[in-house]
Nanobody, 124 residues
Framework: QVQLVESGGGLVQAGGSLRLSCAASGRTFSSSAMAWFRQAPGKEREFVAR????????YYADSAKGRFTISRDKAKNTVFLQMNRLEVEDTAVYYCAADRTGLATKWQRSYDYWGQGTQVTVSS
């Protein structure tokens, strides 16, 4: 059974930073793509960032470029999202996702596994 467990969310003031973690278990992720998505109240879930587990290649939504960094620790089977210069508009539930093939990019339907999410609230 694949499990993705997010942590690190919380309340932060605008301009602050948070680091989200996603601990993965239950299968080998060496051929996977791992990603972060988010869903704000009343909005659809949207792509934030993606990383190839083996390659380490990174890909970001425009809203995340220059402020967020996705990374992974292969030894710990964990993916991170470092979020800096947070804005009120970043308030959302953040989800970790993984696919089986490594081919998934920004389309959420291409991901096979999802975590339960972690709440990030940015106050003004």
């Amino acid at each position: 059974q694949v499990q993705l467990v997010e942590s690190g969310g919380g309340l932060v003031q605008a301009g602050g930073s948070l680091r989200l973690s996603c601990a993965a278990s239950g299968r080998t992720f060496s051929s996977s793509a791992m990603a972060w998505f988010r869903q704000a109240p009343g909005k659809e879930r949207e792509f934030v960032a993606r990383i190839g587990w083996s390659s380490g290649n990174e890909y970001y939504a425009d809203s995340a470029k220059g402020r967020f960094t996705i990374s992974r620790d292969k030894a710990k089977n964990t993916v991170f999202l470092q979020m800096n210069r947070l804005e009120v508009e970043d308030t959302a539930v953040y989800y970790c996702a993984a696919d089986r093939t490594g081919l998934a990019t920004k389309w959420q339907r291409s991901y096979d596994y999802w975590g339960q999410g972690t709440q990030v609230t940015v106050s003004s």
